[in-house]
C-alpha cells in the first residue's frame, strides 16, 4: 500500500509547476467591457461561425451588427458606442440561437421563458 506522502508530492509538484514556462492559459471572455464611448462585447464560442449582438439598443436586430472573431481563436468582439443607460443584449449565434451572455450575471427575464443579459453603462463625471 502506498503512501499518503508519496501521493501527494506527485500532485503538489505537478499544481506548483503548473504555472512555469509556456503560454498562459486563454482567458475567457468576461462579459461587457464598458471603454471609452461605450461598451466592448465579448462572446466565447469556437464553433460558431457567425455571432451578432442583439439588443434594445439596436431593435433586437439579428443582423444589424455582426462581430468578429478576427484571429479565429473563438473570441467574437464588438464595440457598440452606448449613451449612459441600462440595456438587455444577447448574442445569436448562426443566425439561430439567441443566448444571453454566459459571462455575464446580470439578467432579467426576457418574457418568452429565457433571460436578457443586462449591461449598465455609467455617466463618466466631469
Known sequence: MMSRRRVWIPVLITVLCAGCGGPPPPT???????????VLFRYRNPDAKKVCVVGDFNDWSPTT????????DGEWTLFYPLAPGTYAYKFVVDGKNWVPDPANPLSEPDGFNNRNSIVKVLAIAP
Open 28 to 38: 475567457p471572455a468576461a462579459g461587457p467591457q464598458l471603454v471609452e464611448g461605450g
Open 65 to 72: 451588427d455582426p462581430m468578429a472573431d478576427d484571429n479565429s
